[in-house]
């Protein structure tokens, strides 16, 4: 009976152990030539107390190539919001003389078999860096009051940061898992939760973990013996989200979106799907959906406005018949019975895919 009492103890006398590993230091990673294509990350963590409480200090110098460089990712919003190119190329040009960035940490008792314990990072660099542009520069405290911007907006704490990085230490390793383009970065993003195409609370619909357990995850997909895909956490999302990810509207005479439109396959044979847009819960199905979609004319464009008319299901399945073709031609004929081909109709939807992230271990010197 002591021997088991004993052993019960055993996880929380690890936990505490596994507090006591100093784990300051500097760590540091190469890869490639100076004078070329190269990666370059150095980190230093500390057991100086930070500010927040439970938090320590350390600091981190990255060149992370051309793409994944900070005034890369600052740069586009300036293609994006041409009000702002000024306020950019103040921040590009700043930013670009800085070697060091201030950060802290805590280690977390969540543990990667392979990588070591998580780490939870911060920083209130560029709050302090965007407090001194404002005095620097009246564009910049011009352009922050315009959109009601304060410089605490700014702060990067471990909720946000987890978001873009995560990062794991043993004794000899610190590890950075990092998105390896800005299109990976939107892709992690969505699947922790955080995206700009759906803007509610969607991550307790995404398959996976839930909660902290779902950051450092990616899509599972499962194959059978012959390599098969048996299920996919990719394809259930992008089934789970056919509604918003949709990129083919139904408008009425003035133009409002009252549907939208995805394509399916269901024993070989495309299927039309149907998503209202309207929220009214008294609606009855089968629905009659009549308006105009936009099918494809000379060069690609969604241009010609076509009418159609045709009932849907509660579950979104269109009530159409299959035109009974094959290949290009395929397509279905709706109540006033007009042909729609699916490549002339159905516009390619947007589509969330795994994310490819890269490991980079920095190895304490």
């Given amino acids: 009976m002591k021997r088991l009492r004993v052993l019960s103890l055993l996880p929380a006398l690890l936990l505490a152990s596994c507090s006591k590993v100093d784990y300051s ?28 409480e439970g938090t320590k200090k350390m600091s981190i110098t990255a060149d992370l190539g051309a793409e994944m460089s900070p005034t ?18 103040i921040v590009t040009d700043e930013i670009a003389g800085i070697k060091e960035i201030p950060l802290y940490y805590s280690v977390l008792n969540q543990k990667d078999a392979k990588r070591g314990y998580k780490l939870s990072l911060g920083s209130d660099f560029a709050v302090q860096k ?11 405290k011009e352009l922050l009051d315009l959109f009601d911007i304060d ?33 990976d970065l939107e892709m992690q993003k969505f699947w922790y939760g955080k995206s700009n195409k759906i803007t509610n609370d969607y991550v307790s619909r995404l398959p996976g973990a839930q909660g902290d357990e779902r950051f450092g995850t990616h899509p599972k997909v499962v194959t059978d013996v012959q390599g098969k895909v048996t299920s996919s956490e990719v394809e259930e999302t992008n089934k789970l989200f056919e509604k918003e990810f949709s990129n ?118």
């Fill in 130 to 140: 965007v407090a001194e542009l404002k005095e620097k520069y009246p564009i910049v």
């Fill in 248 to 365: 083919t509207p139904i408008v009425d005479e003035g133009g409002n979106k009252i549907a939208v439109l995805a394509q399916d396959e269901v024993e070989g044979k495309k299927v039309l799907r149907c998503h209202l847009t309207s929220t009214d819960t008294e609606i009855t199905y089968p629905h009659l959906v009549e308006g105009f979609v936009y099918t494809r004319v000379k060069y690609g464009k969604y241009e010609h406005k076509q009418a159609i008319k045709f009932k849907v299901s509660a579950d979104g399945s269109a009530v159409v018949a299959n035109n009974d073709k094959t290949g290009r031609d395929e397509g279905f004929i709706d109540d006033n019975d007009t042909e729609f081909r699916f490549i002339d109709t159905i516009q390619a939807p947007y589509e969330f895919r795994d994310f490819h992230t890269v490991n980079v271990g920095l190895t304490k010197i």
């Fill in 25 to 52: 230091g500097t760590y540091e990673f190469r890869l490639g030539k100076t004078d070329g294509s190269h990666l370059a990350v150095s980190a230093t963590l500390t057991n100086d107390d930070y500010q927040v």
């Fill in 151 to 183: 410089e605490t907006r700014f702060r990067l704490e471990p909720e946000i940061v987890r978001y873009y990085v995560g990062a794991y230490v043993d004794s000899k390793t610190l590890t950075f898992e990092m998105p390896v383009s800005l299109e």
């Fill in 72 to 89: 890369a990712i600052i740069e586009q919003y300036g293609e994006e919001f041409p009000l702002l190119e000024p306020f950019i190329d």
